[in-house]
């Protein structure tokens, strides 16, 4: 199954025909081989991500396939290891996608939820779903890991939970790394506070801009990524 994964990600057959959002996880395939495709990897160390039909039942693959042969593998095997360890973590937190495995060294297996993005709930008048992300969001933080990418594509309402998907970039607060936690807390929650407005009519509080306020460092990276950084690569690295 891992050869045929390969050959079908190579020649095109999983891959979206572009690199936009879909609204909602689309709905599994009906039968084994069949793969309904959700990103294309268009991007510098971007997976490609399709729903796999996995022993009978539907899963998320997402595949670094694409960088096989290239320097870039040993980056992309690093990003899948490191996800699937705080996946691993997570296991029995009913908020992330369970790890089903690894089809080889490139491409990482996951739990399918069925849902809708946040990114396209945003009707005013809805409190409560916005109490359920923050309590998601500190629930998480409570167990020492920050997810460090909230985003309304990351977010999947599902029908009877909120879970969080991405967690390539997600920290776990270990040793001298545990000081770093406060700060990505805060930036996690700064994020989820974008969308209170348009979920609940509400501007943030005061007091929750105070305590959620993005550190003023990882504002600087961020910037210093997103303006300088990965436009090089994207240009320069092949």
Same mark, same amino acid.
């Given at each position: 199954?891992?050869? !045929?994964?390969?050959?079908?990600?190579?020649?095109?057959?999983?891959?979206?025909?572009?690199?936009?959002?879909?609204?909602?996880?689309?709905?599994?395939?009906? %039968?084994?081989?069949?793969?309904?495709?959700?990103? %294309?990897?268009?991007? $510098?160390?971007?997976?490609?991500? #399709?729903?796999?039909? %996995?022993?009978?039942?539907?899963?998320?693959?997402?595949?670094?396939?694409? &960088?096989?042969?290239? +320097?870039?593998?040993?980056?992309?095997?690093?990003?899948?290891?490191?996800?699937?360890?705080?996946?691993? $973590?997570?296991?029995? +937190?009913?908020?992330?996608?369970?790890?089903?495995?690894?089809?080889?060294?490139?491409?990482?297996?996951? *739990?399918?939820?069925?849902? *809708?993005?946040?990114?396209?709930?945003?009707?005013?008048?809805?409190? #409560?779903?916005?109490?359920?992300?923050?309590?998601? =969001?500190?629930?998480?933080? /409570?167990?020492?890991?920050?997810?460090?990418?909230?985003? /309304?594509?990351?977010?999947?309402?599902?029908?009877?939970?909120?879970?969080?998907?991405? $967690?390539?970039?997600?920290?776990?607060?270990?040793?001298?790394?545990?000081?770093? !936690?406060?700060?990505?807390?805060?930036?996690?929650?700064?994020?989820?506070?974008? &969308?209170?407005?348009? =979920?609940?009519?509400?501007?943030?509080?005061? *007091?929750?801009?105070?305590?959620?306020?993005?550190?003023? @460092?990882?504002?600087?990276?961020?910037?210093? @990524?997103?303006?300088?950084?990965?436009? #090089? #690569?994207?240009?320069?690295?092949?």
């Amino acid at each position: 199954m891992n050869r !045929l994964l390969i050959i079908l990600a190579r020649h095109g057959t999983v891959m979206a025909s572009s690199d936009s959002t879909p609204r909602q996880t689309p709905e599994h395939p009906n %039968h084994p081989g069949k793969t309904v495709p959700i990103q %294309h990897g268009k991007g $510098f160390l971007k997976a490609d991500v #399709f729903v796999y039909m %996995h022993d009978g039942q539907p899963v998320i693959c997402k595949d670094y396939s694409r &960088y096989r042969g290239s +320097w870039r593998a040993l980056l992309a095997r690093l990003l899948i290891r490191r996800e699937a360890r705080i996946l691993e $973590f997570l296991k029995d +937190w009913p908020h992330s996608p369970k790890v089903v495995g690894c089809m080889g060294t490139l491409a990482l297996m996951m *739990e399918y939820v069925p849902g *809708e993005l946040l990114s396209e709930h945003m009707a005013a008048g809805d409190p #409560f779903c916005f109490a359920q992300l923050m309590g998601v =969001m500190k629930s998480l933080h /409570g167990m020492s890991v920050t997810h460090n990418d909230v985003r /309304g594509n990351n977010i999947i309402l599902s029908k009877d939970r909120v879970v969080l998907i991405d $967690f390539a970039g997600a920290v776990r607060g270990r040793g001298i790394g545990r000081l770093l !936690l406060s700060p990505m807390r805060r930036s996690d929650m700064s994020h989820l506070l974008k &969308y209170k407005v348009r =979920m609940t009519g509400e501007k943030p509080t005061a *007091e929750e801009q105070r305590l959620y306020q993005k550190p003023r @460092w990882i504002q600087v990276l961020q910037r210093l @990524w997103k303006q300088r950084l990965l436009p #090089f #690569f994207k240009q320069h690295v092949g």
